[in-house]
Nanobody, 122 residues
Framework: QSQPVQSGGRLVHTGESLRLSCSAS?????VGWFRQDGGKEREGLAC????????YYADSVKGRFTISGDNTKTSVDLQMNDLKPEDTAVYYC??????????????????WGQGTQITVSS
């Protein structure tokens, strides 16, 4: 299975927390989380390397979101705390073969999950 499978989306209120889960192929080297709000560009949020466990976060979510994986990094979660209305978007899990360092770019990922709608109401 190459396409990541994700779960966990729902409607939440401002300040609440939510955890998204992603199951990725053991053959990929990095798993990342992205989001897209309507017609805006897809934004890279966080990634974790299955090689060395290194993580990287976009400034927009640093301190509120935490990415974590099991020992094999085939199961990767995104813990989201203190959610805000501007976090409303479709969230995607993605996997690829590049490392996790620096900007989290859509073009560096090869396999994409089906997307999960997160709505944060004020």
């Amino acid at each position: 299975q190459s396409q990541p499978v994700q779960s966990g989306g729902r409607l939440v209120h401002t300040g609440e927390s939510l955890r998204l889960s992603c199951s990725a192929s053991e053959f990929t080297k990095v798993v990342g989380w992205f989001r897209q709000d309507g017609g805006k560009e897809r934004e890279g949020l966080a990634c974790v390397s299955s090689i060395d466990g290194k993580t990287y976060y976009a400034d927009s979510v640093k301190g509120r979101f935490t990415i974590s994986g099991d020992n094999t990094k085939t199961s990767v979660d995104l813990q989201m705390n203190d959610l805000k209305p501007e976090d409303t978007a479709v969230y995607y899990c993605a996997a690829g073969f590049r490392g996790c360092a620096g900007d989290i770019l859509e073009r560096d990922y090869d396999y994409w999950g089906q997307g999960t709608q997160i709505t944060v109401s004020s």
